[in-house]
């Protein structure tokens, strides 16, 4: 064949590049992994609920998603502590967790929603994730608790906000940190709160963190960046912070009292107000939400929240999470001309956000792959995404709901799991990943879907968003009535019953929408096989 197939080319070109780069971020921030979370205060959101999210972008942590029921405990039972370790050996990469440790366990324990990283219990109270990074020389071995087994022990010990950061307090002086640094928002029907945190030094227990509280009538985000700067713990109805946290900076030369104001981001993780991987989605989210602020796209630091143009509904929620800065100029849907050897110009895609590949580094498009470089909201190696929702004028058995997508949510679609529910669709219940291909797997359907539209995006996003923004807009709409119904049995003073009936719901909708995802697929398999 004389003429060139230059996607093709692209796709195995910046597969090379993937394959050279992927470890950069281990080294410029400890961090193999890059979520969004975004959060919303009552005031800021359309309806008063309180809003945290998380997209899990890692094809690593586990796919599959399970009930953890309330228990009571005996006494002497402990929880076992793990350290997360790269596993190769599986049929995808994975993580193995090696027990570490214990720590002793309560009498009681509330029921929560099992993502790889814990998100909602019965009691409404919900926890995004964002890993940033921070500096190297803090993280400590010593440590029994990471980032997955405190949003466990939160979710499973506490029902607000404020009780989960002063309960992160105790454990880790005590226990000690051993991940890197972290994001971590946690929301209650009241309340959303930014708890960030890092180590304590090598071969030391404990860590060292910070907590500000998003005011109810803003927004805020998290992107793989540290975003907490000045902390007034004089004012803690806004601000928390361990006892050690200007200790640590001072000491080791990172905070000059003489010199300087004290900014966590910058004594902890400096290097992450430098990835436009991560500064670049900060503006996007708030760009989205709030344009009438006109931030500078290339800016350093952008303010911790900021108040929404407009207030914010779970569908505007979701378009966010699937942007790929569309109608900027840093959209990545960019185009090369060349001349192929019969002397045709041909335009071909250089690199797309939901293509399983990046040729940004190979182009030198918008700052590069990786850590520092370029990186869209929406990415092809998600493996789950939640927006929790949280409502004080609700039950907690109906007022919590964890709206969720598997893998790419700009292929996907988002289902309402109530916090009560006592089970979930099996597909989502399917540790198929690690095992390999089957459409027993929620992941492994959506990703099959996710991967087969990225291959022709320009034309096969149009015939998914098609069918998924309808059914996304139906899911939505019958919010109102399904708790109506709900609370109508809650009022009878049959909670079971209205538990029973979610946990049926909720079910329903995700094998439906699984089943769909399937037709979807095979419909786009037969309608574009002869374009390939």
Sequence with gaps: MKKINLTFAAFLLSIFTFAQTADQSDWVAGVPDACTSITVGKLASADGSVITSHTDDSHRTRSWIDIVPAKKHEKGEVVPMYKRVKNDSLAMPAYAHVRIGEIPQVAETYGYINTAYPSLNTKQLGIGESTFGGRKELQSDAGLIDCQRLCRLMLERETT?????????????????????EALTIADKNEVWHFEVVGPGKGKV?????????????????????????????????????????????????????????????????????????????????????????????????????KPDTLVTLEKLMSVFKDYYEGTPFDMRKTLTVTDDSGKTVISPLASPHMPYDANKLFKINGGWGWL?????????????????LRNWLPDEIGGVEWLAMDNVASSVYVPIYGSVTDLAPQYKTPGRVNGYTLESAWWIFNRLGTLTSQRWGDMHKDVDAVWGPWQRSLLDNQKEIEAEALKLYKKKNPAKTIEFLTNYSGEQGEKTMKEAIRLGDFLWTKYDEKF
């Design 161 to 181: 906000a404020r009780g989960a950061i002063r309960l992160a307090g105790e454990l880790l002086a005590k226990y000690g940190w051993n991940d890197y640094g």
């Design 206 to 306: 404990g860590a060292v963190w910070a907590a500000q509280r998003v005011p109810d009538d803003h927004i805020s985000v998290n992107a793989n960046a540290s975003t907490i700067k000045e902390i007034d713990l004089d004012n803690p109805d806004y601000f928390m912070a361990s006892e050690n946290v200007f200790q640590i900076a001072f000491e080791n030369g990172w905070f000059d009292p003489d010199k300087e104001t004290f900014r966590f981001c910058y004594a902890y993780a400096p290097h992450s107000r430098g990835s436009l991987a991560s500064r670049r989605r900060e503006w996007r989210v708030f760009d989205l939400l709030a344009p009438s602020l006109g931030l500078d796209p290339n800016a350093e630091n952008y303010p911790f929240s900021v």
């Design 373 to 389: 470089g370029e990186r869209t909201i929406a990415r092809w190696y998600t493996m789950y995404a939640t927006i929790i929702q």
